[in-house]
């Protein structure tokens, strides 16, 4: 068989199997990058709490690709119309230098270093010297030719759009709006964490993982593991398979919230042979679990109108490159950065709300100690990451492209479940992928 | 910024110059000799996986904190690792040898001579958060350092590189921690983050 005619799956039709080329082939990434980070997909950039006054800037990546999301001046005719956030390409429209080096900023316009073309913050071209060349002895020497047009030359811009202080930005300008694009059923969890209220910025850890970066949304569509790797969650009840939970998806399987309500923790039956449960276990300085249940945590439970629903957790995921974490108190955005297609670089931006207590916002500090590359929750999945890529790269290093993971845990198709004992939003998400990839 | 952190009062960028408190020279040299003796004992008891030695260079309410030095220098309270006592450090240290999944590694830390910056007062402490110090004045140094990871049939590899900056308080038992803030240049943590350091 020639390698490269390889279905998805080796089992034709099944869509719960994942063939570990999907993370082994360097030429697959690019076209992911082309069709999904490129394509028609809204990818995140960052929150409107991180450029809070005019010409405030963040530099971040879609993708492959260096963006630049900054505070613009909005037109008083456009009041209320404009939200004034630009995201522009890193590149310079004249030879393609990747501009902008600083992380963050401020900045009245951006200009190349190499030949001094000037942008205004909206991306346009302000000037460029010698546009009209130089005159020397009565004679105007160089300059750009008659017919060049400034406005042609500015950076590329991308589509923007702000959500309840989330700001998303698309390369390709026939994406659909993004309330469409995310849909009617993740929306309720977008607001409920979002919608009219103040963000404070609490700051960043960043992390290199070597590992495709699909692993990661995975990771984060997949209930199945954190009762079992994450001693923290199955002992003191903050994530095991006995909790009310509900798995939820767009129509196109592509984004997916796992919301559920903490228990006691302590034996039960889904701690019975589990090597990471410790049932004598206990914190000498236990402030870490000083957890406080939030008003906003309860809101009308969106498929059972008449009743209301109290998740103590939200693990939203938005295709292709965004995780929102709602874990107790502890509130991030964490991003995907790929990098190849055997590593990506993972961005937790964490915040709180503008009229958290000081002890609220301490409480928030400190359970980030359970999240992020060190925390005792997470660090592990970066592991888990790294070693199911070694597994894959291991198999495929005869190029033959075989080998396929399985994710049949609760069945072999794609559904909503009020339970978290399946796999079904990796499922769901592979569907979704297999469409965009055109792969059968 | 964090309650527990007292802000430098009487010190310069490198400890040139009079540091208030300080006699001379002498007394200068005589604290960055303790406070190197005592860097080298923490380093070795982190790198020989000594871990229930290590909240003991802290009093026992000492702050641990690992924070980027992006977070720090823009005011951000964010921390990669923020443990507030003994206890905490104790709980992570059960943590990450009982519960915390991952490749096993060595550390090796390599540490600079400290500089003595200056001294400063603990800060009067809210209600809940009492502390009584014998002496009030805190040492206030800064020590670089460099960790490599070293993970079985691999390479050495710099796996975090950075300043300690500490205020160090006189007790009985002689010179403790009253709070370490490990202040990372490294902008990306490779993979994760572990054992202190």
Redesign the interface.
């Known amino acids: 068989m020639n390698p490269a005619s390889k279905t998805f799956s080796q089992t034709p039709g099944n869509i719960s199997r994942v063939p570990y080329w999907a993370y082994t082939d360097p030429h697959l990434h690019t076209q992911e990058l082309g069709r999904i980070f490129y394509g028609q997909h809204w990818s995140y950039v960052g929150l409107l709490a991180e450029i809070p006054n005019l010409g405030d800037f963040k530099k971040t990546q879609i993708g492959e690709r260096e963006v630049i999301m900054v505070k613009d001046h909005v037109h008083p005719s456009q009041q209320g119309l404009d939200h004034g956030i630009r995201v522009v390409e890193n590149r310079c429209a004249h030879r393609g230098v990747r501009f902008c080096q600083k992380t963050h900023g401020n900045q009245r316009s951006f200009v190349c270093p190499y030949h001094q073309w000037a942008y205004k913050l909206n991306g346009d071209l302000g000037g460029l010297p010698f546009k009209d060349g130089v005159e020397r002895e009565g004679i105007t020497q160089g300059g750009m030719p008659k017919d060049f047009d400034v406005k042609q030359h500015g950076l590329n811009r991308l589509k923007v759009e702000v959500l309840h202080g989330l700001v998303f930005a698309t390369f390709d300008p026939q994406s659909p709006p993004l309330d469409q694009y995310l849909g009617p059923r993740i929306m309720p969890w977008l607001e409920r964490i979002f919608k009219s209220r103040e963000l404070t910025l609490l700051g960043y850890n960043r992390q290199r993982i070597p590992g495709n970066w699909k692993l990661m949304m995975e990771n984060i569509k997949d209930p199945y593991h954190p009762g079992l790797l994450h001693t923290w969650f199955v002992t003191f009840g903050l994530w095991r398979a006995d909790q009310r939970s509900r798995m939820i998806m767009d129509e196109r399987g592509r984004h997916a919230v796992m919301v559920s309500q903490r228990n006691e923790g302590g034996d039960g039956a889904v701690t019975k042979g589990v090597t990471s449960f410790k049932p004598n276990m206990k914190l000498q300085d236990d402030r870490l679990l000083d957890i406080v249940q939030e008003p906003w945590w309860t809101i009308a439970d969106p498929s059972k109108p008449t009743q209301t629903i109290t998740p103590s957790v939200t693990m939203i995921t938005l295709f292709p490159s965004l995780i929102i974490q709602q874990q107790v108190n502890s509130l991030s955005t964490r991003q995907i950065i790929p990098n190849g297609h055997g590593q990506f670089d993972f961005v937790w931006t964490h915040f709180g709300f503008k009229d958290d207590t000081p002890e609220m916002t301490r409480r928030r500090l400190r359970q980030a100690n359970l999240f992020g590359p060190a925390g005792y929750v997470s660090a592990d999945d970066g592991e888990v990451i790294e070693f199911s890529q070694a597994g894959f790269e291991q198999f495929n290093s005869d190029g033959l492209r075989g080998g396929e993971t399985l994710c049949e845990l609760g069945g072999r198709e794609v559904a909503m479940t009020e339970h978290m004992v399946t796999e079904t939003l990796i499922r769901g998400m592979y569907n979704y992928w297999r469409e965009v990839m055109g792969h059968e | 910024m964090n ?1 527990n952190t007292p802000k430098p009062l009487n010190s310069s960028p490198l400890g040139q110059g009079d540091i208030a408190g300080i006699e001379s020279l002498s007394t200068v040299q005589t604290l960055e000799s303790e406070i190197n003796r005592l860097n080298a004992q923490y380093a070795r008891a982190l790198d020989e996986r000594l871990f229930d030695l290590w909240p003991e260079f802290f009093i026992p309410e000492g702050r641990y904190t ?3 030095r ?2 720090h220098e ?1 005011g ?13 450090m ?2 992570r240290i ?2 990450v040898t ?6 096993p590694y060595y550390t090796r830390h390599v540490l600079s001579p400290t500089v003595l910056l200056g001294s400063t007062l603990v800060q009067p402490m809210s209600p809940s958060n009492a502390l009584e110090l014998k002496d009030p004045t805190l040492w206030v140094s800064s020590t670089s350092y460099a960790v490599f990871r070293t993970k079985p049939t691999q390479v050495s590899e710099v796996f975090n590189v950075g300043q300690y900056l500490d205020h160090w308080t006189r007790t009985e038992a002689g010179l403790k921690l009253f709070s370490r803030v490990c202040i990372f240049d490294t ?8 054992y202190p350091i």
């Open positions: 309650e690992v924070r980027s992006e977070n823009r951000l309270p964010l921390a990669l690792l923020d443990l507030e006592s003994q206890g905490m104790r709980d059960y943590g009982q519960t915390i999944f991952h490749a902008e990306m943590v490779l993979n994760s983050f572990i």
